[in-house]
């Protein structure tokens, strides 16, 4: 398995700030993905992040609200940009790994914009 | 990628099995059935994966029927540490492929 951290586990911002979550795997990866998941929610895919190209966004996401880094193959950052209360969720990473296409998550970061 | 559907929430006694069904009528060839598990403040995990007939790891057992469009999760005695949301996936073996979670089935096991 791999085993995924992210940073931070939660924090509050202030409205119109931006908050940057990083997430480093153990384990060279090919992709990584990023999903929002409001409260009482199931997730959504924000962004497909592979290494060496730009981000592949889902409908409803934009490259400025939502900036992605894939500097290296164990390590991403998403960024939410200029934020709102309607940001706030929890957002998580994950990435495919091993034979079977599982997809590990890490723990997520639990965003409040006030 | 297969729409998949399940209850939206199940309640179980402690040391009881617990069965949780998906329906994944347009799954395709190439799909693997995938379980997930999500405790509250934590990211989904991989619980148990299967194709067809019956799949037993330490955690759960999945049961396949031949025509592939429905799955079974069971959950063997299940305990308070148990209550979680179960989502069902229908995930292609090429990879790299982004997932589509449903709503999931919130089980609650009572004391």
């Known amino acids: 398995s791999a085993v995924i951290s992210q940073k931070p586990s939660r924090d509050i911002c202030q409205r119109g700030t931006s908050l940057t979550i990083q997430c480093q795997v153990d384990s060279q990866v090919t992709m990584m993905f990023w999903y929002r998941q409001q409260p009482g929610q199931s997730l959504t895919l924000i962004a497909t992040?592979?290494?060496?190209?730009?981000?592949?966004?889902e409908s409803g996401f934009v490259i400025d609200k939502f900036p992605i880094s894939r500097p290296n193959l164990t390590f991403s950052t998403l960024t939410v940009s200029n934020m709102s209360p309607e940001d706030s969720s929890i957002y998580l990473c994950?990435?495919?790994?091993?034979?079977?296409?599982?997809?590990?998550f890490g723990a997520g970061t639990r965003l409040s914009v006030l | 990628l297969a729409k998949t559907t399940q209850p939206i929430s199940m309640d179980s006694y402690e040391g009881q099995e617990v069965n949780i069904t998906c329906s994944h009528n347009n799954i395709a060839t190439n799909d693997y059935i995938t379980w997930y598990q999500q405790f509250p403040s934590q990211g989904p995990r991989f619980i148990i994966q299967?194709?067809?007939t019956k799949v037993t790891n330490e955690v759960a057992s999945l049961f396949i029927p031949a025509d592939r469009k429905s799955s079974t999760l069971s959950l063997p005695r299940v305990s308070l540490s148990d209550t979680a949301v179960y989502y069902c996936?229908?995930?292609?073996?090429?990879?790299?492929?982004?997932?589509?979670f449903g709503t999931g089935t919130r089980l609650t096991i009572i004391p």
């Open positions: 299967g194709y067809k």
């Open positions: 996936l229908c995930i292609s073996n090429f990879g790299n492929e982004k997932l589509t």
């Open positions: 992040a592979n290494q060496g190209s730009e981000a592949t966004y």
């Open positions: 994950s990435v495919e790994y091993g034979i079977q296409n599982i997809q590990y």
